[in-house]
């Protein structure tokens, strides 16, 4: 069933030449070796904040897009930003490309390392409304412009990454981790990799895969880009996600293996694109897919873009199984619904112990107080799923979950309810026009 919306737009081509005249990012106190700050992980997707022009917004860090994006601009998003002009930005999607603003000279900073001269496209219409995707406001995305200057470690356990600087980082002896070249191609690193497949037998198959930390699934592959690169012999299709050109469809499945030099990753999830949605993807022939968040986060990863290496050493999480939505929902942030709240009141007697409320005792005062809650609904209903045929439709706001309000969730937290466990039982409370209904199913699993 679909995954909630992941957010694969980002491993985008865009066909736009920028002047080259930005300033590298630099620590402030140019003695100093790291600076640290902690992220988001939603989705398996980093968000990390930074300050542009003096204006602290949130990006997804992401090593597959080669420009600074923003997208999310309001009225009270006043950037200042300088030296504008029209441009056009193709991505994945079978649409036409979007219009955008080049803006250049901007000064961006993320806490002590900053950087005056930077170019931002900004896209001027935010028609797939990723804030809302998310659960949590996105201004933009940032990878190479950063990432080029400096060396980064991110700790997906902890949420933390630490950027070194290049001049004075040096490496510790580390014998459980694992080094790949990079190769560069339109300023996205790639490495080379080995999958199993269940069409060609035992066979490791040799592949070369875009390092995408912006992408929230584990694996894409690109389906007869190679002879052997085939569909396994399960799968279903899916809307993938939504690109800057549109809606991006393909095929989920699983692979038997994903091998990362000598670490071996069992039965990882895949999806296999369509030649549409890639147009522009593969013109990169040497390239037969993606590395996504989904296996990124069972590692440390150190990317370094100056010595052309990204260094691998698996955490805690590296064994655990690879799930996905199985309940044919995508959920959305509906903005934030006033919820009246009762206040718990406790009274003590004279000797100030507390007097619990029984059936002897009456409270004469009874006070609530009202507050801003998140509030969900669903975006859409992929035909045939257990939700579908539980009768649920678009636009339906959630009202609970398994019996607990929906409102005490985070966008997060829904999407892991949906992936936990083949045949756990969903029970929904809706909103449909004003009318309060329930709706039962159970999470199927079809790979």
Same mark, same amino acid.
């Given at each position: 069933?679909?995954?909630?919306?992941?957010?694969?737009?980002?491993?985008?081509?865009?066909?736009?030449?920028?002047?080259?005249?930005?300033?590298?990012?630099?620590?402030?106190?140019?003695?100093?070796?790291?600076?640290?700050?902690?992220?988001?992980?939603?989705?398996?997707?980093?968000?990390?904040?930074?300050?542009?022009?003096?204006?602290?917004?949130?990006f997804?860090?992401d090593?597959?897009v080669?420009?600074?994006?923003?997208?999310?601009?309001?009225?009270?998003?006043?950037?200042?930003?300088?030296?504008?002009?029209?441009?056009?930005?193709?991505?994945?999607?079978?649409?036409?490309?979007?219009?955008?603003?080049?803006?250049?000279?901007?000064?961006?900073?993320?806490?002590n390392?900053?950087?005056?001269?930077?170019?931002?496209?900004?896209?001027?219409?935010?028609?797939?409304?990723?804030?809302?995707?998310?659960?949590?406001?996105?201004? =933009?995305? $940032? /990878?190479?412009?950063? %990432? !080029?200057?400096?060396?980064?470690?991110?700790? &997906?356990?902890? @949420? +933390? *990454?630490?950027?070194?600087?290049?001049?004075?980082?040096?490496?510790?002896?580390?014998?459980?981790?694992?080094?790949?070249?990079?190769?560069?191609?339109?300023?996205?690193?790639?490495?080379?990799?080995?999958?199993?497949?269940?069409?060609?037998?035992?066979?490791?198959?040799?592949?070369?895969?875009?390092v995408?930390?912006?992408?929230?699934?584990a694996?894409?592959l690109?389906?007869n880009?190679?002879?052997?690169?085939?569909?396994?012999?399960?799968?279903?299709?899916?809307?993938?996600?939504?690109?800057?050109?549109?809606?991006?469809?393909?095929?989920?499945?699983?692979?038997?293996?994903?091998k990362?030099?000598?670490?071996?990753?069992?039965k990882?999830?895949?999806?296999?694109?369509?030649?549409?949605?890639?147009?522009?993807?593969?013109?990169?022939?040497?390239?037969? =897919?993606? $590395? /996504?968040?989904?296996? %990124? !986060?069972?590692?440390?990863?150190?990317?370094? &873009?100056?010595? @052309? +290496? *990204?260094?691998?050493?698996?955490?805690?999480?590296?064994?655990?199984?690879?799930?996905?939505?199985?309940?044919?929902?995508?959920?959305?942030?509906?903005?934030?619904?006033?919820?009246?709240?009762?206040?718990?009141?406790?009274?003590?007697?004279?000797?100030?112990?507390?007097?619990?409320?029984?059936?002897?005792?009456?409270?004469?005062?009874?006070?609530?107080?009202?507050?801003?809650?998140p509030?969900?609904?669903?975006?859409?209903?992929?035909?045939?799923?257990?939700?579908?045929?539980?009768?649920?439709?678009v636009?339906?706001?959630?009202?609970?979950?398994?019996?607990?309000?929906?409102?005490?969730?985070?966008?997060?937290?829904?999407?892991?309810?949906?992936?936990?466990?083949?045949?756990?039982?969903?029970?929904?409370?809706?909103?449909?026009?004003?009318?309060?209904?329930?709706?039962?199913?159970?999470l199927?699993? !079809?790979?």
């Amino acid at each position: 069933m679909k995954r909630l919306y992941s957010i694969l737009f980002f491993t985008s081509f865009l066909f736009i030449s920028e002047a080259n005249c930005q300033t590298s990012f630099r620590f402030l106190n140019s003695t100093k070796v790291k600076e640290r700050i902690k992220f988001k992980l939603i989705n398996n997707i980093i968000v990390i904040p930074v300050e542009v022009n003096g204006k602290k917004l949130s990006f997804i860090l992401d090593t597959g897009v080669n420009k600074t994006i923003l997208f999310n601009l309001s009225q009270n998003d006043s950037l200042g930003l300088k030296n504008v002009k029209k441009v056009q930005l193709q991505g994945l999607g079978s649409g036409d490309p979007v219009d955008a603003l080049l803006s250049l000279g901007n000064r961006f900073k993320i806490q002590n390392i900053s950087s005056e001269n930077q170019g931002i496209y900004v896209i001027l219409n935010d028609f797939f409304n990723l804030s809302s995707k998310m659960g949590i406001t996105i201004h =933009g995305i $940032i /990878g190479f412009n950063l %990432l !080029k200057d400096l060396i980064i470690k991110i700790n &997906y356990k902890s @949420k +933390k *990454i630490d950027f070194y600087n290049p001049t004075m980082f040096q490496y510790k002896k580390c014998r459980n981790c694992e080094v790949f070249p990079i190769q560069f191609y339109r300023r996205k690193p790639y490495i080379n990799t080995k999958v199993q497949l269940d069409t060609i037998g035992n066979e490791l198959l040799d592949v070369k895969l875009l390092v995408d930390t912006g992408g929230s699934d584990a694996v894409w592959l690109f389906e007869n880009y190679k002879e052997e690169i085939k569909t396994p012999k399960i799968y279903f299709d899916d809307i993938l996600g939504e690109g800057l050109s549109g809606l991006i469809y393909g095929k989920r499945s699983r692979i038997p293996k994903l091998k990362l030099g000598k670490f071996i990753i069992e039965k990882p999830t895949v999806s296999f694109l369509d030649s549409v949605s890639t147009y522009h993807a593969r013109k990169f022939k040497e390239r037969n =897919g993606s $590395i /996504g968040g989904d296996i %990124l !986060k069972r590692f440390k990863v150190w990317v370094d &873009y100056p010595n @052309k +290496k *990204i260094t691998l050493k698996k955490n805690g999480s590296f064994s655990k199984g690879f799930n996905y939505n199985m309940s044919g929902l995508d959920i959305v942030y509906n903005g934030k619904q006033l919820v009246k709240e009762k206040v718990v009141q406790s009274y003590s007697d004279s000797y100030g112990r507390e007097i619990e409320n029984n059936a002897n005792s009456i409270n004469f005062i009874t006070r609530y107080f009202f507050k801003f809650k998140p509030s969900y609904k669903i975006n859409k209903v992929l035909k045939n799923s257990p939700s579908d045929k539980a009768g649920l439709l678009v636009g339906d706001v959630i009202l609970k979950i398994n019996g607990k309000k929906a409102h005490e969730f985070n966008l997060n937290q829904i999407m892991y309810k949906f992936r936990e466990r083949d045949n756990n039982k969903i029970t929904m409370q809706i909103d449909r026009n004003g009318r309060k209904m329930e709706f039962k199913f159970r999470l199927e699993k !079809k790979i």
